[in-house]
């Protein structure tokens, strides 16, 4: 493991409060929470050095993260732009749509579903369903929806984030 690969102090402190919520040998109950707290730690990404480090913390095998980091898509596998935009493609997204806001995303920032922009500002990801059917087409951007998508909201919401205007958390 490397040295670099380290939770902060205060991030260690809530993996222990975490790891604490489940009864003794059951610590891998805390994998998807303390993923999350590495992603975010780690860069925005779970590299495999990354994976081995909460893997020994939790006392269990990497394999065991490594199935549960790739089978989520709300980790992400590689490095990603610090606006990730998940716009969802299933049904109802579709039918109102969304295909035309992953190919208007496409063509404004030069990207394929799953690159990121030379600046490391925009990372696009389709999406499987958000559970927003109501609100389609819809994407998510950190820990929030925007809903209603047109190409103008889209690109208003791209401007604000070049701004730096637009809240992850």
Same mark, same amino acid.
């Given at each position: 493991?490397?040295? @670099? ?7 260690? &402190? ?5 790891? *604490? ?17 590495? %992603?975010?730690?780690? #860069?925005?990404? +779970?590299? !495999?050095? !990354?994976?081995?480090? !909460?893997? &020994? ?6 394999? /065991?993260?490594? $199935? ?7 980790? @992400?596998?590689?490095? !990603? ?7 969802? %493609?299933?049904?109802?997204?579709? +039918?109102? #749509? ?8 496409? $063509?404004?920032? @030069?990207?394929? @579903?799953? /690159?990121?922009? *030379?600046?490391?500002?925009?990372? +696009?990801?389709?999406? &499987?369903?958000? #559970?927003?059917? #109501? ?11 925007? &809903? ?7 690109? /208003?919401?791209? /401007? ?10």
């Amino acid at each position: 493991m490397s040295e @670099n690969i380290v939770f902060k102090p205060e991030t260690l &402190e809530q993996v222990h409060k975490i790891i *604490a919520r489940y009864p003794e040998g059951k610590q891998k109950s805390a994998l998807i929470p303390i993923l999350h707290l590495a %992603q975010k730690e780690f #860069g925005g990404w +779970l590299d !495999v050095p !990354v994976m081995d480090y !909460v893997a &020994e913390i939790l006392n269990i095998k990497p394999i /065991e993260v490594y $199935e549960v980091a790739t089978f989520y898509t709300m980790f @992400n596998m590689k490095p !990603v732009g610090k606006y990730v935009l998940e716009v969802c %493609q299933t049904g109802p997204c579709m +039918l109102n #749509g969304s295909h035309d806001i992953i190919n208007h995303i496409k $063509e404004t920032l @030069n990207i394929k @579903n799953g /690159e990121t922009t *030379a600046d490391g500002l925009f990372t +696009l990801k389709t999406a &499987e369903c958000l #559970g927003a059917c #109501g609100y389609a087409p819809m994407m998510q951007l950190g820990k929030f929806y925007h &809903e209603h998508l047109t190409k103008e909201k889209v690109n /208003e919401i791209l /401007e604000l984030c070049r701004q730096g205007q637009v809240a992850l958390d």
